[in-house]
């Protein structure tokens, strides 16, 4: 049983009948179609439990999904039958059956438990600090220890608790979600998977390529090449036809200070760094909203390096960027881009002066934000900071000058799109690709002579 007609195909036989969203009369719907276009980001693994994996931020939710997902009216099943039942202090959550991933791995009550347990190890220990260890009642019932169900809900329908197989590589990333995805040589081919627990994509492939320069999918883009051009609509001028499509934050830039800063080694002392910097400064690297300028001192420490990965781009022109504003003469701040294994390495010993990261949003909601930089900033403390998060509201920025990381900006899903192209956002953030589709073009009214 499919549940709620919301499912996008359902397979018939060696077929699909595609329920396509009500289409304008002028124009209809067609399955199938290619897409073709660039990033500045590696595309050589894609871990949905990575905090720092912006790749999977991106196309997470074409791979993966989650037991429970954002609705029109509150939270619903996704990979879950239905709502969590109580069971004394504890809720149960029951599984869809048959459910299988791209390469036909089934998924039952310990691949659910082992995604829990690993995603909350390599992140998410703070977004899960009201849930309790999974445990699998059955191969189709998992017991969680929560307060309330909403809570459990909330937290389970985040993309950085998405569900995987067993011995799951993010060099092969594995799932149930709408596209299957093969990764070879910075190229990631996304098809369409058979399998896909809410029914297969509306396209057939996507082929998705890392750029060496943030402004290679800009120029390939307006020349026409590409079908999506990431972070407007042409280099030079706007390509014809094209629409700007914006699918909101996937997390954001951190600024951090390690040992090495020493006085500087402070709560807040990288959030007040960042803060100095004005938007206009940086706008044209598209870092969401803008932000009041605070007027804090520059960098007076002494001369030092900003550390970042090599592999991305975007987030090295960000850096030098930075670097260039933040520093004051005799205090000079110089990128440096390192290796993704040394810059893991040192982020964990904090042996640096100053480093540019990067951190997934968990939620669009106060508690995603803060949850998201406790664990850049002191993963092993994440969870017990999470207990007790502050009261109110507040932006990242605010909640940045708590921790040894500021936020610089956001890291947005914001591209140009051909007019032929429907994509449209992700709730609460990211991009729908399972429901990208291509419109069939219209048809010219014949003149009788």
Known sequence: MFGEFDRRTLLLGGGAF????????????????????????????????????????????ALFDTLYRIGASGYEPALAEKEPTQHGNKWRVQLRE??????????????????????????AAGWLASVGRARAVSELEVEFVAGDDQKLMAALSSPIVAIIPGEFRPD???????????????????????????????????RVRGCAEVSDSLR????????????????????????????????????????????????????????????????????????????????????????????????????????????TPGHEVTTKPVSPQEFAMRRKSRQFVLALDVARSFAATSFG??????????????????????????????????????????????????GNLRIEAEKPSGVAWGAARIDAPRRQAQRTP
């Open 172 to 206: 092969f990333p594995d799932g149930t979600g709408p596209f299957r995805v093969s990764l070879a040589r910075e190229q990631a081919t996304f098809r369409r998977n058979p399998n896909a627990a809410m029914g297969p994509a509306f396209l057939e492939e996507m």
């Open 98 to 123: 048959g459910i299988l991933t791209a390469a036909g791995r089934p998924i039952r009550g310990r691949e659910v438990v082992s995604s829990v347990e690993r995603a909350r190890s390599k992140g």
């Open 369 to 418: 934000a803060y949850a998201a930089l406790a664990a850049a900033s002191d993963p092993s403390n994440a969870a017990t900071m999470s207990k007790r998060p502050p009261l109110g509201v507040r932006d990242a920025r605010s909640h940045g000058r708590q921790f040894r990381v500021g936020v610089v900006g956001e890291v947005r899903a914001e591209f140009g799109r051909t």
């Open 220 to 327: 390939a883009f307006e020349s026409g090449k590409d079908d999506l051009g990431w972070l407007g609509t042409g280099l030079y001028e706007s390509r014809k036809g094209a629409k700007l499509v914006d699918a909101g934050a996937l997390g954001w830039v951190l600024l951090a200070t390690g040992k090495e800063a020493g006085s500087w080694d402070t709560p807040g002392a990288a959030q007040s760094l960042a803060d100095a910097i004005s938007y206009g400064s940086m706008a044209h690297l598209k870092l969401g909203p803008a932000w009041a300028e605070s007027g804090a001192e520059r960098w007076q420490g002494p001369p030092c390096e900003l550390i970042v990965v090599d592999d991305c781009p975007w987030l090295i022109e960000t850096a030098k960027t930075l670097s260039a504003l933040v520093g």
């Open 18 to 61: 595609f329920l396509a969203p009500v289409a304008r009369a002028a124009k209809r719907s067609v399955a199938g179609g290619r897409l073709s276009f660039r990033v500045p980001w590696p595309m050589s693994h894609i871990d949905p439990h990575s905090l720092s994996d912006m790749g999977a931020a991106l196309f997470g939710p």
